[in-house]
């Protein structure tokens, strides 16, 4: 499926968009122009490689983004920037061999991240510092190491999923 520019004008009260299956291989930012009211998005099972800066900008009432089951091995530092009252994000089943802490500063109202079944390698310190984090699923990636201070000043922090990865002691 190929969506035009701004396929979504005008549904400015729109709260819940499902574009899953749709075969889409990029976001279009111009699809969410007119979306301020948008609170839950899915674009889980398409064909998506990265995502931009810029593809989020108007979603700022957004709470859950997901997208799994992509092949997204890149994401912008300032990718999920506008999303301040994201609470959950999914980004299970994608082909990403990094996590960086710039994906989550903004994000001070995350309180659920799934990362299982990607590449991961390695989860640097202070990933997570400026969160909320209450749940976290990292299973079936190719973590080897933990640094001791990872999860340090996670005071929320109930579930952690680390399932199926190579951890050394």
Do not use: Y
Request: with cysteine; proline share 4%; hydrophobic share 45%.
């Amino acid at each position: 499926i190929s969506l035009p520019s701004r396929v979504f004008h005008g549904l400015t009260s729109l709260d819940v968009l499902l574009l899953n299956d749709c075969g889409i291989s990029a976001i279009n930012p111009s699809w969410f122009e007119d979306l301020q009211q948008l609170t839950i998005l899915s674009l889980a099972s398409n064909s998506i490689q990265s995502i931009p800066a810029d593809v989020f900008i108007n979603l700022r009432q957004l709470v859950d983004l997901s997208i799994p089951m992509n092949q997204i091995s890149t994401i912008s530092d300032a990718a999920f920037v506008p999303l301040t009252n994201l609470a959950t994000l999914s980004l299970f089943m994608n082909r990403l061999t990094t996590v960086r802490s710039a994906w989550f500063e903004s994000l001070s109202h995350l309180k659920a991240v799934d990362l299982s079944i990607n590449q991961i390698e390695e989860i640097p310190l202070g990933t997570f510092a400026a969160n909320n984090l209450e749940l976290l699923v990292l299973h079936e990636n190719r973590l080897e190491v933990l640094h001791r201070n990872s999860f340090r000043n996670l005071s929320n922090f109930t579930e952690l999923f680390m399932l199926r990865n190579s951890i050394n002691a």
